[in-house]
């Protein structure tokens, strides 16, 4: 489990893709001294465990169905990546609860200023649309937002304040450019439960 508060912007290192995954370095000085091997680490939302640590650097294996769910298959050495270790509880929790689970992908189709906020507006897969609403939560490359308005069908529209321009990688993003997103935990689950209960309608019926 994690909160959406990106700790550090690593920087890939290394690549290497084998039959059924994909091997991958980061470095990481400030979060690595934290780590050890086996433990969660989400890179750009997407929960990964950790295989490897050497120095600075940790390393993590994607296998086909992250490659597939995620941008994971994109990353390249330099690309920048947020990252977020696991949720130590028993503290504060200032994002909103965010599981590491990819839902889909999406993609950047406008941004713009205003005043010192950037004002940046996403389409949605399906799936993720359907838990997403004005006010609710929404995770972008990990990265915990709130939904300021939904501006046509399927599209979201996220401000991002100076700090979290800054000190993630949602500043290197131009229009076109994929994104993983995860959608709010709680819209997820009355989701599910108020499709259970039409589907017991229909039955009924």
């Known amino acids: 489990m994690f909160s959406g508060i990106i700790e550090e912007l690593g920087i890939v290192t290394a690549v290497e893709d084998r039959e059924g995954l994909r091997r991958m370095c980061v470095r990481a000085s400030e979060i690595v001294s934290g780590l050890e091997v086996g433990a969660s680490v989400a890179i750009d939302g997407a929960c990964h465990t950790v295989t490897r640590l050497e120095g600075d650097t940790f ?7 992250t490659l597939s769910r995620t941008i994971a298959a994109r990353y390249q050495v ?3 990546l947020n ?3 696991a949720l130590a509880f028993g503290g504060r929790v200032d994002g ?21 906020t950037r004002l940046m507006d996403f389409v949605l ?3 993720v649309a359907e838990v997403t609403v004005p006010r609710g939560s929404i995770a972008i490359n990990g ?11 399927g599209v979201c529209r996220v401000g991002i304040i100076p700090f979290t321009w800054d ?8 229009p076109g450019a994929s994104v993983n997103l ?3 935990l709680i819209g997820k689950h009355v989701g599910k439960m108020l499709a259970a209960r039409e589907g017991a309608s229909h039955n009924e019926s």
């Open 59 to 65: 390393c993590v294996e994607s296998m086909t169905t």
């Open 78 to 80: 330099g690309d920048h």
């Open 83 to 85: 990252l977020e270790r």
């Open 96 to 116: 909103h609860f965010v599981q590491g689970h990819v839902d889909g992908v999406g993609s950047l189709v406008g941004i713009e200023e205003e005043g010192e």
């Open 125 to 127: 897969p399906t799936v």
């Open 143 to 153: 990265v915990s937002l709130t939904v300021s308005t939904m501006p046509s069908p």
């Open 167 to 174: 000190h993630t990688n949602l500043r290197f993003l131009e």
């Open 182 to 184: 995860e959608g709010d």
